[in-house]
């Protein structure tokens, strides 16, 4: 059984993409010893998938240049899940920095649509959902399942 909390928990746990679309900027919420999903959104022009080789390459080599951990990771047509572990905040901004970089001077300028989102995400069963969410996605784009609306508790 949980114990309960006297005070709730104020500070937020994602940042980036479509949530703070039009907001005033504020320091995006990173957690070193918790595990973080960041998605990278594309324009619709580049197909990330048929690149599928080459993202990897990228992003093994950044996370291994920057101390990246990488628990799971998928690349969709449009998008990148990135289930990771910094080990701070300078690295994240070095890793992401590069590897969006490259990419968009590979692919294009203008390939990516919002900004890095981001959740911390909490041990157990949040990463898990989490874990399971991407794998679902992954199977999806490979039609190994059939695609599954979701409702996403973010706008």
């Known amino acids: 059984m949980r114990q309960l909390q006297l005070f709730k928990d104020e500070t937020?746990?994602?940042?980036?993409?479509?949530?703070?679309?039009?907001?005033?900027?504020?320091?995006r919420p990173l957690a070193t010893r918790k595990a973080l999903?960041?998605?990278?959104?594309?324009?619709?022009?580049?197909?990330?998938?048929?690149?599928?080789?080459?993202?990897?390459?990228?992003?093994?080599?950044?996370?291994?240049?920057f101390h990246i951990r990488i628990y799971h990771l998928s690349v969709q047509k449009d998008h990148i899940h990135l289930l990771m572990r910094i080990e701070n905040r300078e690295s994240y901004k070095k890793f992401t920095r590069s590897l969006t970089g490259i990419l968009a001077r590979k692919y294009g300028k203008g390939l990516w649509m919002l900004s890095p989102f981001t959740r911390v995400?909490?041990?157990?069963?949040?990463?898990?959902s989490t874990r399971n969410y991407i794998s679902q996605n992954e199977a999806e784009v490979w039609g190994v399942k059939p695609y599954k609306s979701r409702k996403t508790k973010n706008p």
């Open 121 to 128: 995400l909490n041990w157990g069963r949040d990463f898990e």
């Open 12 to 27: 937020p746990k994602s940042h980036g993409g479509i949530v703070n679309l039009g907001k005033r900027k504020t320091r």
């Open 37 to 65: 999903h960041l998605v990278l959104k594309s324009s619709q022009t580049v197909c990330l998938f048929s690149e599928l080789n080459e993202v990897k390459y990228y992003i093994n080599k950044y996370s291994f240049q």
